[in-house]
């Protein structure tokens, strides 16, 4: 292909990313080293947001909570998306329908999952969860206001819509472990888990690093789920990075644009930092 | 790329043993039974959320938040005519699809023949192109939408579901191209070679060879364009304010409110879920293609 045709194809993308994304991100740039309100030109700083961001405690609380999520999502995801994609490659006729039932979920927009998830556990819904738990151990759990179990309904509902994802893609995986290696452990008499952890796993890693990979990303942008599921975040803890950017630069009435652009710099630099392993391996793959 | 057909059916689904050429081993009749009640298990924990609002928004409203919760009661749909009548749900509604088919169809005619350029010019200029969409594909939403809530109002365009399809286009771009690529980079350079030799331009090949051969590749690009348009919550929220408003941002205003507009939020809810379902069987299979395209070549 000459340079002139990769131009012409190519151009039109390139145009709305530099203008839509590009632009935008060089604004954000510009805004974290001033202090800014929307619609007017702000005045320069230097890094005096950075220094203010850093030593903001809700800051640290917001990291902790998102990175706690994230660990513990992950982890389920993993273990539960594999289960559940070795049960589904298993089914015969039912799958389609299996798989259109599991989509749900994921298919949903959060904010709407999210919130017809919080009414399962909120009493002033009358849900069905709290009411059950309620009755079953005589102690009333407040899912909204308790921390900690904030946290774990937080979690549930992070592991319900983004299962069927981390379990599509290992699925997809496993239709690539060639079935004679399975036979060939199987005639050697490895049974059961032993063939799945010595034999499909390994022969799966990409696929489970992709899904680490991409579900990491996404946990990392916590934000829609919050709305229903957490209405009292700040208060009880449970603020999310994304959540306390929002919060800063656009809702609480403070518009602090120059404080939350340079928190934004900074998960730039962090997920680029994330990503540079896999940056170096596609540079690597180039050069060949 | 769409194996997902061909694994052999595992559960006994007769009396007669199954006829194939390989003699599969033939499970037990009691580990059948253990693992479809599991599936079932598992898919109704999965749906629970969704049934639970379907049953709380056909209660009538005076019962529908009693605690403990009712079990028995008269379906009534008063909540869904009064999410009709009483907001502008239809409105909402409205938004929210003309907003996913615009920036699906527009990221679909901006990412092909980029895609298929990058699948097929080596060197430098296509990595660093691929990183830089991975890089936009990670960032976090706000560092692009805060400037564009801005630069929407210094246009005149904000609260237009212009620019929210506009912004939801950028943003979706970096995947588009991605998986479109590694659905490209599957068809042989081959086909190129012998169009070209028959006197195609580029932009022939790309149009009379390669779109209809990528049909699967191309619907399967366009259902996660379309999906993610229309869970879009964060864009929309922070682009709109009420004339472009969408339904997920609608739901989200409706928290916190009376009993009576928490139904009708749970009614909007479950209107939007139900065609959802239907999506999600028709979509099932694309899905699972094109995160096998993109993770195994990725």
């Known amino acids: 292909m000459r340079r002139r045709e990769f131009l012409g194809l190519v151009s039109p993308s390139l145009l709305v990313m530099l203008g839509l994304l590009l632009f935008p991100l060089y604004k954000t740039v510009e805004w974290s080293l001033q202090r800014v309100n929307y619609g007017e030109p702000g005045t320069f700083l230097g890094l005096d947001n950075y220094a203010q961001a850093l030593s903001d405690p809700r800051l640290g609380r917001a990291v902790l909570f998102t990175v706690g999520l994230t660990a513990a999502v992950i982890a389920v995801l993993l273990v539960g998306g594999y289960l559940l994609a070795v049960l589904v490659n298993g089914l015969g006729r039912s799958r389609p329908w299996v798989l259109g039932v599991l989509l749900v979920s994921y298919v949903v927009p959060n904010v709407v999952g999210a919130t017809m998830f919080s009414w399962l556990f909120d009493s002033n819904f009358g849900g069905v969860v709290n009411y059950l738990i309620t009755e079953l151990t005589g102690q009333e759990i407040l899912w909204f206001t308790d921390p900690w179990a904030n946290r774990v309904m937080v979690g549930l509902n992070t592991v319900w819509f983004m299962l069927p994802f981390a379990m599509l893609v290992i699925l997809a995986g496993l239709q690539g472990v060639p079935p004679e290696v399975v036979e060939a452990a199987r005639i050697d008499g490895?049974?059961?888990?032993?063939?799945?952890?010595?034999?499909?796993?390994?022969?799966?890693?990409?696929?489970?690093t992709f899904v680490s990979i991409i579900s990491i990303m996404d946990v990392l942008r916590t934000f829609d789920q919050l709305i229903p599921l957490s209405p009292q975040a700040p208060q009880i803890g449970n603020e999310s990075i994304m959540l306390y950017i929002y919060n800063i630069a656009f809702q609480d009435g403070g518009q602090q644009l120059g404080l939350g652009s340079a928190i934004n710099v900074l998960l730039i630099l962090l997920i680029v930092l994330l990503l540079s392993p896999f940056i170096r391996d596609m540079a690597k793959e180039a050069r060949q | 790329m769409s194996t997902v057909q061909t694994a052999p059916p595992a559960t006994p689904s007769g009396p007669i043993a199954d006829p194939g050429p390989e003699p599969v081993r033939r499970r037990p009749r009691g580990r059948a039974v253990l693992v479809g009640g599991m599936v079932l298990l598992i898919c109704w924990v999965m749906l629970s959320p969704v049934i639970w609002t379907a049953m709380s928004v056909t209660k009538p409203t005076d019962v529908a938040f009693l605690d403990p919760p009712v079990f028995t009661w008269a379906p009534t749909f008063t909540a869904f005519v009064?999410?009709?009548?009483?907001?502008?749900?239809?409105?909402?509604?409205?938004?929210?699809?003309?907003?996913?088919?615009?920036?699906?169809?527009?990221?679909?005619?901006?990412?092909?023949?980029?895609?298929?350029?990058?699948?097929?010019?080596?060197?430098w200029v296509s990595v660093a192109l691929l990183i830089a969409a991975l890089i936009f594909r990670a960032l976090p939403r706000f560092a692009v939408v805060l400037p564009m809530y801005d630069l929407s109002r210094a246009l005149g365009i904000y609260d237009t579901t212009f620019a929210v399809a506009a912004a939801l286009v950028a943003i979706n771009q970096p995947f588009s191209i991605w998986l479109l690529r590694n659905f490209f980079a599957e068809i042989p350079k081959e086909l190129d070679e012998a169009a070209m030799l028959d006197g195609c331009s580029r932009f022939q090949i790309l149009w009379r060879v390669m779109v209809p051969?990528?049909?699967?590749?191309?619907?399967?690009?366009?259902?996660?364009?379309?999906?993610?348009?229309?869970?879009?919550?964060?864009?929309?929220?922070?682009?709109?304010?009420?004339?472009?408003?969408?339904?997920?941002?609608?739901?989200a205003t409706q928290l916190g409110q009376t009993l009576p507009m928490l139904q009708q939020a749970g009614a909007a809810a479950v209107l939007l879920t139900l065609p959802v379902i239907g999506f999600a069987f028709i979509a099932q299979r694309y899905l699972v293609a094109g995160l096998g395209a993109g993770s195994v070549k990725g």
């Open chain 2, 82 to 123: 009064d999410l009709w009548q009483t907001t502008e749900f239809h409105k909402y509604l409205l938004n929210t699809v003309v907003v996913a088919v615009i920036s699906t169809v527009i990221a679909l005619v901006i990412g092909i023949p980029a895609a298929y350029a990058l699948s097929r010019f080596p060197g």
């Open chain 2, 213 to 251: 051969l990528m049909g699967p590749g191309i619907l399967t690009a366009g259902i996660f364009m379309f999906l993610f348009a229309f869970q879009e919550y964060l864009t929309a929220n922070v682009l709109t304010d009420v004339a472009a408003r969408t339904v997920p941002v609608f739901i």
């Open chain 1, 190 to 208: 490895a049974t059961g888990w032993r063939v799945h952890w010595h034999v499909i796993v390994p022969s799966i890693r990409g696929v489970l």
